[in-house]
């Protein structure tokens, strides 16, 4: 086991959400390769933006319209001039590759991971 012994109460206090991309635009003023998502979290969350290094495995073009899992109870954080939101969780490879997290199957949007 590696970390810290994390409390289910702990767990709780993280907010992880469904959402679906719905803008993914190159962000050429990031001092890593990254792109500017809009992802939409359903009525009750809304429209949220932020920076995701995941230039390596995936396209603007192909995040189009697809589900992903984003932490939306962070602070927002600057980044260069966008205001990130939220952060979308990924598996990081040994060669820094991130692997985007994603339902197996079509989701509501703003469906909470417990």
Known sequence: MSGTSLSWKDFKKVDIRCGKIITAN??????NPAYI????????????K???????LYTTDELIGEQVFAVVNFPPKQIGPIMSEVLV????????????????????LGTRVS
């Open 26 to 31: 190159e962000f050429p003023e990031a001092r």
């Open 37 to 48: 998502l809009e992802i939409d979290f359903g009525p009750d969350i809304g429209i949220k």
């Open 50 to 56: 932020t920076s995701a290094q995941i230039t390596d």
């Open 89 to 108: 969780l990924g598996a990081v490879e040994d060669n820094g590759n991130v692997i985007l997290i994603q339902p197996e199957r079509k989701t509501k």
